[in-house]
Structures are given as structure tokens and as C-alpha cells.
Nanobody, 115 residues
């Protein structure tokens, strides 16, 4: 059982930056780490992911503004979010995935972007 805790969310203005962190209770080596978000009244959507070979994938809405990274030694994942928009307002979740057979989710962190 792996526990995840996100941090770094908050309330910011349009154009600001935030860096989210996802701390795991154990090693993340070999796992794919992904960030999802869910806005009020909308379905949860994939924002970005990074696999064990550091291959990254981004949603079209955030490509060029967000950067996903990981530190296996510290068991932590990151989501650097720049040029934030009002539409980025959501609860952000991190997920660890083991080859599609096992997954763990964090409780989420709120990001609110206002104009």
C-alpha cells in the first residue's frame, strides 16, 4: 500500500505560477506518475504523466505551460504550472500507476486561479 499526499496548491492570479508536489510513502521507482485535475461539474482529466523512463505526456490544454518531473530518490513527483489561467482552476490529484495493474491516488490539492 502506497500513500500519496499532494501539496503546493493555493489561490493565485492569472499568469502566476505554482509548483505542486506529490510525496509518496514509498519508492516511486518504476511507477508511472500522473497528475489529474477535476473542476466543479466536470470529469476528472489527465493533465500530465511521466513514466519510469522519464517520457512525458501532456494534455493539449497545458502543453507548453506545465512541466511534470520526478525525483525517484525522494519518492516525489512535481507539477510546475506556469502562466496559469482561470480554466486551470480545479482540484489536482496525483496518481501512481504500476503498468496498469495497480494504482494509488492522493487526496488532492485545490488550485484556484482568479482574474
Amino acid at each position: 500500500q502506497v500513500q500519496l499526499v499532494e501539496s503546493g496548491g493555493g489561490s493565485v492570479q492569472v499568469g502566476d505560477s505554482l509548483r505542486l508536489s506529490c510525496a509518496a510513502s514509498g519508492t516511486i521507482f518504476g511507477w508511472t506518475l500522473a497528475w489529474y485535475r477535476q473542476a466543479p461539474g466536470k470529469q476528472r482529466e489527465l493533465v500530465a504523466s511521466i513514466n519510469q523512463r522519464e517520457m512525458r505526456n501532456y494534455a493539449d490544454a497545458v502543453r507548453g505551460r506545465f512541466t511534470v518531473s520526478r525525483d525517484n530518490a525522494k519518492g516525489t513527483g512535481f507539477l510546475q504550472m506556469n502562466s496559469l489561467k482561470v480554466d486551470d482552476t480545479a482540484v489536482y490529484y496525483c496518481k501512481l500507476d504500476w503498468k496498469g495493474t495497480e494504482e494509488y491516488w492522493g487526496p488532492g490539492t485545490q488550485v484556484t486561479v482568479s482574474s
